[in-house]
């Protein structure tokens, strides 16, 4: 394993949220640094899908904890409207990793049927974290290559 350290590159700022890279491993990290009404919820994430595609990054780390929870609708567009055009660009092999206020992932928690915090399939895996490090660690691991 690499004992070289990350490079921080920053790709875009706005009032509401941050997107940098991270490398070695590359990992796209989203910071939200407050509540946004719609529109700028789907600015943000336009930007996070053209940086996945130009960089073809698809490790992602979304740190939602001054944000706090989605709107219904946000979240209907999220899977709607984002989720399949991540899909249908990468094909599979996508890794989202949120981070969540203690609230948050409390709330996600009950709701889930098996309490897991985590979805996989081949095309899109989310996976639910309270700290950074647990976060960035999971996307790491699915950063590996595979050796056969």
Known sequence: MSSEKPTVQPLYQSDS?????????????????????????????????????????????????????ATDADETWMMQEFAPRLMQQFKEGIYLAYLLGAQHYQELKEESPNGTMESLSHLLSLHYFREEQSALAWLGAKNQPVIL
Request: glycine share 2%; proline share 4%; aromatic share 8%.
């Open 17 to 69: 949220a941050a997107l940098i890279l991270l490398s070695k491993p590359n990992i796209l990290w989203l910071t939200w640094q407050k509540k946004a009404p719609s529109a700028i919820i789907q600015e943000v994430y336009e930007q996070l899908f053209r940086h996945m595609q130009h960089l073809q990054v698809k490790h992602i780390l979304i740190d939602i904890r001054q944000r706090g929870r």
